[in-house]
């Protein structure tokens, strides 16, 4: 019975798990899919004034006002066009629901111990704390996201309102 657990523990490190793979130019990112709310084909949002050019503005989704961020202008990517593939992942985190636009999405995947590998001690346009590691997968390298972390620093311009 022990030996049953501690596979169990071994095969839930972290990182293990299964994520939701996107595109942004040519990179592929995983987000954990238990952070997945469900994913929409892009509209316009409502444009708030003042908000960083990433912020496209704001959706509203069933009652609920959801802030809409492009993550490939957010990332730096060479363009941001928006296409039949370009959809909106709407994420569904402990404080709150935010819209994250991508290129496409791709699939589910399920990463165990042994398909990940530490991220690189390189500078990037993501803060390096908000990205869990790599995932290999075949040919396939795909830079996992810890999309909570992401979202909740402050150069995302996401500000929580005070209790």
Known sequence: MNAVLKKTEEASGPGV?????FRLGKEEYGIDILKVQEIRGYEDP???????????GVSNLRG???????????FGCESAEYNHLTVVIIL???ER?????????????????????????IESAIDARCIRGL?????????LLDIERLMNNPDMG???AQA
């Open 17 to 21: 798990g299964e994520y939701l793979t």
């Open 46 to 56: 409502t444009r708030v004034a003042n908000a960083p050019p990433f912020i496209k």
């Open 64 to 74: 609920t006002i959801v802030p809409i961020v492009d993550m490939r202008l957010r």
């Open 92 to 94: 569904n985190l402990r």
């Open 97 to 121: 629901v935010v819209g994250v636009v991508v290129d496409s999405v791709s699939d589910v995947i399920e990463l165990g111990q042994e398909q990940l590998r530490p991220a690189p001690d």
């Open 135 to 143: 995932g290999a997968v075949g040919e396939r390298m795909l830079i």
């Open 158 to 160: 996401l500000v929580l």
